[in-house]
């Protein structure tokens, strides 16, 4: 088995990110009436991907149950304390264009990506039969996953071109990620185990302290109904892929 499967396949889950390009086509209104429905969505897949995706793998691969929670609690730590700096750094001399969380959303799906490219590479050298169906689960998490993050940015300030830009770049972690866990499958797999639950506690952070926040600041009932049902639907999402994925 050579690289070029591996990495191809990274490159098509890298791409998926580029998924907001659709937004392109909307005015300007009407994006803003769906943004915040993006929001809520993106929410409910961070706290659907850290609960039902990243620790589960984490605690099946742990030699203990308690290790995990508390790498939990450092990547929740890590991302109050890089929030805090984000903050003074940008906003503390005035009005902040680009919400914080932005940059945060940015730092744990570039972690996220890192982990899946590690996966897609490992299993490739395993068989190619399963780094095939590896690469289309992943596929299957991260359109949800890449729309919600998409939204994210968009509604902290980024440009729709800067939104795509960004998202694109930290998807491409995975390519890197991909060819690490190829060549150095067998000596990763504590690396990985630490990443995964930092990530999750990145993903919680993010979605309770930013995220749901702003889903409670809607003045309208209809806006608030609709971001809560789209919070509801980003985890139910990623309890089926969970599911479907372990069939």
């Known amino acids: 088995m ?3 499967w591996p990495v191809s396949a990274s490159i098509v889950v890298s791409l998926i990110s580029l998924v907001g390009i659709f937004s392109l086509l909307l005015n300007e209104k009407l994006l803003r009436e769906i943004l915040i429905l993006l929001v809520g969505f993106g929410a409910g897949g961070l706290i659907g991907g850290a609960f039902l995706h990243l620790l589960p793998e984490t605690l099946e691969h742990s030699a203990d149950y308690l290790t995990p929670f ?14 805090k700096y984000f903050y003074w750094r940008h906003c503390h001399k005035g009005k902040c264009e680009i919400h914080t969380f932005t940059y945060l959303n940015l ?3 570039g972690i996220h990506n890192f982990i899946d490219g590690l996966i897609i ?15 289309f689960a992943i596929i299957l998490h991260e359109i949800p996953q890449e729309l919600g993050d998409f939204g994210v ?43 995964l639950p930092v990530a999750a506690g990145g993903f919680i952070y993010i979605a309770s302290c ?29 309890l089926w892929l969970k599911i479907s994925h372990q069939h």
């Open 70 to 83: 508390i790498y939990v609690i450092l990547g929740f730590m890590l991302f109050f304390i890089l929030e």
């Open 210 to 238: 930013d995220l749901i926040p702003e889903l409670h600041r809607q003045p309208k009932l209809k806006d608030a109904i609709l971001s809560m049902l789209f919070f509801i639907f980003g985890i139910v999402l990623m």
């Open 153 to 195: 940015l968009l509604y902290g300030g980024f440009s729709k071109s800067k939104a795509l830009f960004y998202n694109f770049l930290s998807a491409t972690t995975a390519i890197i990620g991909t060819i690490i866990g190829f060549y150095f499958s067998h000596r990763f797999n504590g690396f990985s185990n630490f990443l």
């Open 121 to 135: 590479g490992t299993s490739f050298v395993l068989d190619i039969k399963v780094g095939l169906a590896a690469t």
């Open 2 to 4: 050579n690289l070029l």
């Open 107 to 109: 730092v744990g799906d």
